[in-house]
């Protein structure tokens, strides 16, 4: 089993900046891909962002290609997302997840994901 933590988020002007981070614990050796995911109100729940554990390689939605990045301090078992240039539509309860599906390819799916961690709030103010 793994078990995931987010921190960091918060309420934050338009055009602002957060970096969330996700710290795992429990068998993160069996970890082959990590994520972001986010679900505002009344919408489906939606990939964010990836980091493969095999081939490093990072893979983001359209929505927010050019503004967040996702990046790892594996010797902490810590993933962080940093969000830039924030938008009122970018609100939305963000998650961590964990996958223990190994592929050289990128888990961008929900079906990737064994494991979520609790979500934490960000809501962009207009």
């Known amino acids: 089993q793994v078990q995931l933590v987010e921190s960091g988020g918060g309420l934050v002007q338009a055009g602002g900046s957060l970096r969330l981070s996700c710290t795992a614990s429990?068998?993160?050796?069996?970890?082959?891909?990590a994520g972001w995911f986010r679900q505002a109100p009344g919408k489906e729940r939606e990939f964010v962002a990836t980091v493969n554990r095999i081939t490093g390689v990072r893979r983001y939605a359209d929505s927010v290609k050019g503004r967040f990045t996702i990046s790892r301090a594996t010797a902490q078992n810590t993933m962080y997302l940093e969000l830039d240039s924030l938008k009122p539509e970018d609100t939305a309860v963000y998650y961590c997840?964990?996958?223990?599906?190994?592929?050289?390819?990128?888990?961008?799916?929900?079906?990737?994901?064994?494991?979520w961690g609790q979500g934490t709030q960000v809501t962009v103010s207009s």
């Open positions: 997840a964990a996958s223990d599906r190994r592929a050289a390819v990128p888990h961008t799916y929900r079906s990737d994901y064994a494991y």
């Open positions: 429990g068998r993160t050796n069996s970890i082959y891909g």
